[in-house]
């Protein structure tokens, strides 16, 4: 036991000195890339330099969960690779020490990575993304290139208390798409107006057309405050206080949001009608990405074992093979939840799936 409790200490101070030196690497080298990416726009004087600088490390947080599962599997190829390469491991398992015993210290290496990767996604993450939304607002021209797609929709919840909520928002024309007015929540509040579409007024909004789509005004009973009737207007004019323009969405990007807001803000998207797979697929994100570290543990420790010792460049070519894999089904079944080619659950899971069963097919082929 003794013994063992050495080799446990011996090989996860090996494994955590390269786990450090992979992880500022990766890191490192992310960064600088996409700031190298976005040199032309940088030095571009019509642009806001600092402020493209400031998004691009904002986005720090982000590339570090996508540095610590590469830092672990660079830390475990490379160590164990050394210790293969040095008879390290022949003398351990010809004192009894077998195979499964040794994947300790990397269980503990990679439960360390995916504790640091749910901390960062989850809190560092969403706060960097919402300071980065901060500045983009402040200088419009550090936005990168928009990406063409369905627009979100559009949630405001006014000064008194109104909410104005709407599958789609054009604010240079001031017009709305399936365009809700509720104020049931607030004191004295009389109704709430539905309509296909909307057009705002300076401070007003104009809800409904005169011809063919009328707005619809649900009345309350006074003392139940239970819908009692409603009414078909052609056209509603309501007086909103502010300029709904000037309004900020309530409705947010995934990356601003931690997963309890993720599940909330689903729930808003499905409530009016809008598909909510995105959301729910990035959701459930928020659980298995930790654990990337460990699939890449799993499968690198018995990987290593097979390869020619004296192959030094090795580790590094398995570790962008298997990082090209993994993150290749992490995009793809990605994609596939946004677009409910898979359920959200397992396009989030699906990565960890896989790698999960390539490593129970390479430890079975392993030595014990």
Same mark, same amino acid.
């Given at each position: 036991?003794?013994?063992?409790? &050495?080799?446990?200490?011996?090989?996860?101070?090996?494994?955590?000195?390269?786990?450090?030196?992979?992880?500022?690497?990766?890191?490192?080298?992310?960064?600088?890339?996409?700031?190298?990416?976005?040199?032309?726009?940088?030095?571009?004087?019509?642009?806001?330099?600092?402020?493209?600088?400031?998004?691009?490390?904002?986005?720090?947080?982000?590339?570090?969960?996508?540095?610590?599962?590469?830092?672990? +599997?660079?830390?475990?190829? +490379?160590?164990?690779? $050394?210790?293969?390469?040095?008879?390290?491991?022949?003398?351990?398992?010809?004192?009894?020490?077998?195979?499964?015993?040794?994947?300790?210290?990397?269980?503990?290496?990679?439960?360390?990575?995916?504790?640091?990767?749910?901390?960062?996604?989850?809190?560092?993450?969403?706060?960097?993304?919402?300071?980065?939304?901060?500045?983009?607002?402040?200088?419009?021209?550090?936005?990168?290139?928009?990406?063409?797609?369905?627009?979100?929709?559009?949630?405001?919840?006014?000064?008194?208390?109104?909410?104005? #909520?709407? #599958?789609?928002?054009?604010?240079?024309?001031?017009?709305?798409?399936?365009?809700?007015?509720?104020?049931?929540?607030?004191?004295?509040?009389?109704?709430? =107006?539905?309509?296909?579409?909307?057009?705002?007024?300076? $401070?007003?909004?104009? +809800?409904?057309?005169?011809?063919?789509?009328?707005?619809? =005004?649900?009345?309350?009973?006074? #003392?139940?405050?239970?819908?009692?009737?409603? &009414?078909?207007?052609? #056209?509603?004019?309501?007086?909103?206080?502010?300029?709904?323009?000037?309004?900020?969405?309530?409705?947010?990007?995934?990356?601003? /949001?931690?997963?309890?807001?993720?599940?909330?803000?689903?729930?808003?998207?499905?409530?009016?009608?809008?598909?909510?797979?995105?959301?729910?697929?990035?959701?459930?994100? $928020?659980?298995?990405?930790?654990?990337?570290? /460990?699939?890449?543990? /799993?499968?690198? +420790?018995?990987?290593?074992?097979?390869?020619?010792?004296?192959?030094?460049?090795?580790?590094?070519?398995?570790?962008?093979?298997?990082?090209?894999?993994?993150?290749?089904?992490?995009?793809?079944?990605?994609?596939?939840?946004?677009?409910?080619?898979?359920?959200?659950?397992?396009?989030?899971?699906?990565?960890?799936?896989?790698?999960?069963?390539?490593?129970?097919?390479?430890?079975?082929?392993?030595?014990?």
């Amino acid at each position: 036991m003794r013994l063992i409790r &050495i080799v446990d200490r011996y090989i996860f101070s090996e494994a955590f000195g390269l786990f450090v030196l992979g992880f500022s690497g990766f890191l490192g080298f992310l960064v600088v890339n996409m700031l190298f990416l976005e040199a032309e726009n940088i030095l571009d004087p019509t642009k806001p330099g600092l402020a493209i600088v400031l998004r691009v490390l904002l986005d720090t947080p982000y590339f570090a969960t996508l540095a610590l599962p590469i830092s672990v +599997m660079f830390a475990t190829l +490379m160590s164990m690779g $050394r210790l293969a390469k040095d008879l390290e491991l022949t003398a351990m398992f010809t004192n009894g020490v077998s195979l499964y015993r040794l994947l300790l210290p990397f269980l503990l290496l990679s439960g360390i990575a995916v504790g640091l990767s749910y901390y960062t996604n989850e809190y560092l993450a969403t706060a960097a993304a919402g300071k980065k939304e901060e500045i983009l607002l402040k200088y419009p021209g550090a936005r990168p290139e928009p990406v063409q797609g369905e627009p979100d929709p559009f949630i405001a919840k006014l000064d008194q208390g109104q909410f104005v #909520t709407a #599958t789609m928002f054009d604010k240079e024309q001031g017009r709305l798409t399936n365009v809700i007015y509720d104020d049931w929540a607030i004191e004295g509040g009389r109704a709430f =107006v539905v309509a296909d579409y909307g057009q705002t007024d300076g $401070r007003d909004l104009i +809800m409904g057309q005169s011809a063919g789509s009328p707005a619809i =005004v649900y009345e309350l009973d006074p #003392t139940d405050r239970l819908c009692e009737k409603y &009414i078909r207007e052609p #056209t509603e004019r309501l007086s909103l206080g502010v300029d709904l323009k000037t309004q900020i969405t309530q409705m947010r990007t995934p990356q601003e /949001l931690t997963q309890t807001e993720l599940a909330q803000q689903s729930r808003q998207k499905k409530a009016l009608g809008e598909n909510p797979a995105e959301d729910l697929t990035d959701f459930h994100l $928020r659980f298995s990405g930790p654990f990337a570290s /460990l699939a890449f543990a /799993l499968v690198a +420790m018995p990987l290593s074992l097979r390869a020619p010792r004296d192959e030094r460049l090795l580790g590094l070519i398995l570790c962008f093979v298997l990082g090209m894999i993994y993150y290749t089904i992490f995009f793809v079944s990605k994609l596939m939840g946004y677009n409910e080619v898979l359920p959200p659950w397992l396009a989030a899971w699906m990565k960890d799936i896989v790698f999960g069963l390539i490593a129970a097919v390479i430890f079975l082929f392993s030595r014990k």
